[in-house]
């Protein structure tokens, strides 16, 4: 909490972490700008806490509830609409939470093989299609891992590219740990396709 109090009069928008809705009240209490769920407001109060807010709020998919990264199934079955955006808005409307303040977090590495990470990223138009913006969080992930043999500190290209292919697919957000490394090359991707 003296972090997220200090930052409340900095310029950028500050996201929080959690799934319990006793943190979601104080950090937006202290100035949050959205919170990040990975529960996709299924907790019981977390949709209230939010919903008694103007804040943005990003709802994850996850593919077995609570299931350890690293036990994903062996199989999974996903699409669009397994997102947690069309049940969780359909909630989240009710109390009060408009569309224009959800995110979707398709979840990658929750839950997932390298095999479902890999499917969703190929697909992720199809989730951007839902039209609310789709944050993706490549960085790092033990996926990269599997596919690089490189540890977690060893992953900026591999997160780089992620990233950019997420972006190629239409992720309006991405969750980084190198940030000048992301948006120097997210620069070069906007200026190939004639953006500032």
Request: hydrophobic content about 50%; proline content about 5%; glycine content about 8%.
């Amino acid at each position: 909490m003296p972090v997220l109090e200090g930052l409340a009069d900095c310029a950028a928008p500050l996201s929080v972490d959690t799934a319990k809705p006793e943190v979601m009240k104080a950090a937006l209490a202290a100035g949050a700008s959205m919170i990040n769920d990975i529960s996709a407001l299924r907790v019981p109060g977390t949709l209230e806490a939010v919903a008694a807010s103007d804040a943005g709020v990003c709802l994850m998919h996850m593919q077995a509830s609570r299931a350890p990264c690293s036990k994903a199934p062996a199989t999974a079955t996903w699409s669009p609409r397994s997102l947690p955006s069309s049940g969780a808005r359909r909630r989240g409307a009710r109390r009060g939470i408009a569309r224009e303040r959800i995110v979707i977090d398709p979840g990658f590495g929750f839950g997932k093989t390298v095999a479902h990470n890999f499917d969703l990223l190929r697909n992720l138009d199809r989730v951007a299609a839902l039209g609310l913006p789709v944050l993706a969080g490549w960085s790092r992930k033990s996926t990269l891992g599997a596919i690089t043999g490189r540890a977690a500190d060893h992953r900026l290209a591999a997160s780089v590219a992620a990233a950019l292919l997420a972006v190629e697919r239409g992720a309006r957000i991405v969750r980084v740990h190198d940030v000048a490394a992301t948006r120097d090359a997210l620069a070069v991707l906007a200026a190939l396709q004639g953006n500032r």
